[in-house]
């Protein structure tokens, strides 16, 4: 298994990213901002192109644990400690 399968970021580690479609600025916005409608340098339409978090799994914040808080990818996600 990978580490993916056990570790993930955290809901606030994880930005968005937002282009113009007609000047082409980018905008990376933190999970729970949107980003500016329209774009603030051409007014023109903004739209959602993907989303970036920590590119190292030694940063992402969470991970799944057993009751035992053992590594386990049937358990449910929980902070890392």
Request: charged fraction near 30%; charge should be positive.
């Amino acid at each position: 298994m990978s580490r993916s399968d056990y570790e993930r970021p955290a809901w606030y580690q994880i930005e968005k990213l937002y282009r113009c479609k007609k000047c082409g600025y980018e905008q990376r916005m933190p999970q729970g901002y949107y980003a500016q409608f329209p774009c603030p340098m051409c007014k023109g339409f903004v739209e959602r192109i993907g989303e970036s978090y920590p590119a190292n799994a030694d940063d992402w914040d969470e991970e799944k644990t057993n009751s035992r808080g053992q590594r386990d990818v049937n358990g449910n996600w929980h902070q890392k400690k």
